[in-house]
Every structure is written in C-alpha cells, then in structure tokens.
C-alpha cells in the first residue's frame, strides 16, 4: 500500500472480543477506499487469542499485526511506531467508530496535512461539536484540560512522530509525552465533533490511579508551567479541574459503588496531599458519598414514581 493517509494504531493486551467490536465499526465504514487507511494492532498479552481473532479479517489488505513485549502503557508507542500512514491516530481497543466517522477522520487528516497542526480528538467532551483552532500551546492546553491524558484522542503527524519517538517518555502517559513536546507547533486543533463511543472494558485498571493522575500527571503539567509553556492560570484550571470532574468521581467509582476495577487504591490520602491538601482530601470523600446519596435518592424517587403508575393502572 502507498501513501496511506491515516493509520489507526490500536495498543492490545488479549480483549480480543473488545477489539473484534472496534474492528467491526472501521470496516462497516465501506465509503472508505482501503487504499487510504491502515489498521494496526499492537499486542503486548501472552496468548493467541487476537491473532486468532483476526483470522476473520484476513480477506482485509490494510490490517498490520505484531506481538510484542512491551511492559504497561508503552505498548501505545509500539502500536505508533507501526504506522506507516502520513497521519497516525493512536486509537483504544475498547473505542468504537460511529457510522461515517472513519471517512470523516480521513477528509479531515487531508484537509489538515499541509499545515500540519497539533490535534487532538475530543469526542464533544468539550460540548462545541465542531473543530476549534488555537494559535497558542497555552491556549490549546487550557481548553483540553486533562482529557489530554485520553489516549483515543491524540493523533500525531508521522514526520513530527519520527522526530519525537526517541525522546524519553512518562511509562503512565507516554502519549502525552509526546503532546507536550509538540508545544512550539504554529498551529494548534481540537476536533470536538462525536466520532466515538466505548465499550464497557471489565477488570479495567492495573496501576494506582490517584497517584497517576493527582501527582505523576500533574508533575508532568508543572514542567510545562516550570518551562513558560503554559501559563499558571492554565496549570490552575488543570488542577481544579481535574479534582471537580475527574478525582471524585473515580473516587466515587472505586470506592464506593460495586465495581470490577483493579486499580492500586493504596495511598490515596498521600497522592492528594502532594497537590492539594488534607482538607482537599477529606472533600473529595464528601462530594462523592454526596453524588452517591443522590444518586440513591433519585433512584428511590424513581422507583416510588413507577409504583405509583401501577397502582392507578389497577
């Protein structure tokens, strides 16, 4: 195959019935000529069962797949270097295409490939639905906010990849690594269109999650700050946001409602402390058995609501 457009490199560890969902999706997608994108999987587990898996999908020219033995989150760099297409999307295994998105992505890559901007794929967290341009790194990294940890949302051109792939990385966060080295681009995207949805992944964790975010992550934001490529009211922003809309509610998922996670939960007091504070911690607690009595509550209210109907239907 010459001149791929976009390569959607997938980081696997054996959720071959997960990635079997995601592939389903790409190749549903039949307005895309399979001359113009490439699919590859990187897998990092100790079994057969994705190679066994994409037997299913060998009628398919553009599908790439390796084993190999990266340890945690740098398999996503493996799964980067694969790609052979001008525009590489790094992509979750777990992470659906919606109908159209595929050739979506592809008209925008190509739109986008003479000016080569830095972008990232938020999903419509950002509620906008549209493709927001910046002019500053800054400006850029305040409006993503933590969500430049999401790993289905970056995207990198394969030349500015060539010249950052060996760079050292964060082994947690290796992909926004290799974001934050691209702050002095001239041109910065977010695309905030819905191109995605996610499949409940079970048994998801593996590492301790509040020192990965409230300290590994935020040390990685204070560099920025330390080297003038973010401002401190951009580093603030991060900061509170990631407490309000990320640490309490994996608080509340981990801790409170039943779940199947593995995360390492060990620490957490410690890991806030470092950023926030001891009041911060014991906040966290509150606003999240908060969320878990209104959720309860609405719950009752909804259950009293349908008990009701039933009675006046007799």
Not at 36 to 44: G, L, M, R
Not at 91 to 99: A, E, G, L, P, S
Not at 120 to 134: A, G, H, I, Q
Not at 256 to 273: E, P, V
Request: net charge positive; aromatic share 14%; hydrophobic share 40%.
């Amino acid at each position: 195959m010459q001149n791929i457009c976009l390569s959607i490199c997938i980081p696997t560890k054996g959720r071959s019935d997960v990635l079997k969902n995601t592939l389903d999706s790409i190749y549903v997608d039949n307005l895309v000529d399979y001359d113009e994108f490439e699919v590859v999987i990187s897998d990092s587990s100790d079994t057969s069962s994705v190679s066994e898996m994409l037997t299913a999908y060998s009628h398919y020219p553009n599908i790439v797949y390796k084993k190999n033995a990266s340890e945690g989150f740098l398999n996503l760099i493996c799964a980067l270097k694969m790609g052979k297409g001008t525009f590489l999307k790094l992509h979750n295994d777990y992470t659906v295409f919606k109908n159209g998105a595929l050739a979506s992505m592809i008209k925008f890559a190509k739109n986008e490939a003479t000016i080569k901007p830095l972008v990232f794929f938020s999903n419509n967290e950002l509620r906008k639905n549209e493709v927001l341009r910046y002019n500053s790194f800054d400006t850029f990294t305040y409006e993503l906010s933590f969500f430049n940890t999401w790993a289905t949302g970056f995207s990198i051109w394969k030349q500015d990849f060539d010249k950052h792939s060996s760079m050292d990385v964060s082994q947690l966060f290796p992909h926004t690594s290799l974001l934050l080295l691209q702050h002095d681009k001239g041109s910065f995207v977010i695309n905030d269109r819905s191109l995605f949805t996610h499949q409940e992944v079970s048994k998801k964790g593996g590492y301790n999650l509040f020192d990965a975010f409230a300290v590994q992550y935020l040390k990685m934001m204070e560099g920025c700050l330390k080297k003038n490529q973010i401002t401190i009211n951009t580093f603030n922003h991060i900061k509170q946001d990631l407490f309000d809309n990320f640490l309490v509610i994996w608080y509340y998922n981990t801790k409170i409602a039943a779940n199947q996670y593995t995360f390492d939960l060990s620490g957490i007091k410690a890991s806030i402390k470092i950023y926030y504070s001891e009041a911060s911690y014991y906040r966290m607690i509150i606003v999240a058995y908060k969320k878990d009595f209104l959720k309860n509550a609405k719950r009752a209210a909804g259950a009293i609501k349908r008990r009701s109907k039933r009675m006046f239907a007799r």
